[in-house]
C-alpha cells in the first residue's frame, strides 16, 4: 500500500492564481481530510468528506473548495490564491475511528 | 468548542531521561486521542490511538493515557533518545469528524 500520497509537494503561486493539491489513498478508508499547518496554529481543518459524493466544510473552510468523486482521490481547489494561504498543506485519511493516517503535505506559497 | 492545550511548548532533555508530555481538552465527550509524531519539514505519524474506553495504549517506549473526566492525556517516554528529537502533536475527535489538534510540544533530546 501506498498510504496516503499527495501531489505536488512545492508549488508557488501568484496572487489570483488557481490550482489544485492532489490527495488519493489506496486503503478504502470512507474518511478524507484537509488541513493546513501554520507557525504556531497547529494543524486547522479545511473540509472533509465521509465518502463519495459528501464533503463538508471543517474549520477555516473559505477559499476552497473540494469534491469527492471516488472513494480514493479528494482534491482541494484554491480558486483565487492568496498571500494568506500561504501555508503547509495536509491530506489525512482513516476507517471509522481508527487511526489517522497523513500524507507527507505540500508547501504553498502564495506571492 | 473543543479545544485542546499541550504544555509545554517545548522541551530539552539530557539522553536516557524519562519524559512526560501534556495534552488536555476542555470537553470530555471524545471518541477518541490520538498522539502523532512530526519531524522537521514532514509528514505526521501516528504513534498511539486511545478509544474513549481505553485508559491507557502501550508501544515500545511509549506509553499514552486518557483520563477523559479531568480532559487530560498524557504521553510517556521512557529511556529518551536523540532520535525522539521531534514535535509531539495530539489530536482529539469528539465525533463529528473532526480532528482538534493541539499546538504541540517541540522535544529536543541531547547526547
Known amino acids: 500500500n501506498a498510504g496516503v500520497t499527495q501531489t505536488p509537494k512545492f508549488q508557488v503561486l501568484k496572487t489570483g492564481q488557481s490550482m489544485t493539491l492532489q490527495c488519493a489513498q489506496d486503503?478504502?478508508?470512507?474518511?478524507m481530510s484537509w488541513y493546513r499547518q501554520d507557525p504556531g496554529m497547529g494543524l486547522r481543518l479545511i473540509h472533509y468528506s465521509v465518502g463519495a459524493g459528501i464533503t463538508d466544510q471543517g474549520e477555516v473552510p473559505n477559499g476552497y473548495n473540494v469534491s469527492r468523486s471516488t472513494t480514493e482521490d479528494f482534491p482541494l481547489r484554491l480558486l483565487s490564491a492568496a498571500p494568506s494561504q500561504t501555508s503547509v498543506y495536509f491530506c489525512?485519511?482513516?476507517?471509522?475511528?481508527?487511526?489517522?493516517?497523513f500524507g507527507p503535505g505540500t508547501r504553498l506559497t502564495v506571492l | 468548542k473543543q479545544e485542546v492545550t499541550q504544555i509545554p511548548a517545548a522541551l530539552s532533555v539530557p539522553e536516557g531521561e524519562n519524559l512526560v508530555l501534556n495534552c488536555s481538552f476542555t470537553?470530555?465527550?471524545?471518541?477518541?486521542l490520538q498522539w502523532f509524531r512530526q519531524d522537521p519539514g514532514k509528514g505526521l505519524t501516528s504513534l498511539l490511538l486511545?478509544?474513549?474506553?481505553?485508559r491507557e495504549q502501550t508501544s515500545g517506549r511509549l506509553n499514552a493515557s486518557l483520563d477523559k473526566s479531568s480532559g487530560r492525556s498524557t504521553l510517556y517516554i521512557a529511556a529518551s533518545q536523540p532520535g525522539d528529537s521531534a514535535t509531539y502533536l495530539c489530536a482529539v475527535d469528539s465525533g463529528t469528524y473532526k480532528y482538534i489538534f493541539g499546538t504541540g510540544t517541540r522535544l529536543k533530546v541531547l547526547a
Open positions: 486511545i478509544q474513549s474506553s481505553q
Open positions: 486503503m478504502n478508508h470512507e474518511y
Open positions: 470537553d470530555s465527550a471524545i471518541y477518541n
Open positions: 489525512a485519511s482513516r476507517r471509522g475511528t481508527d487511526t489517522q493516517y
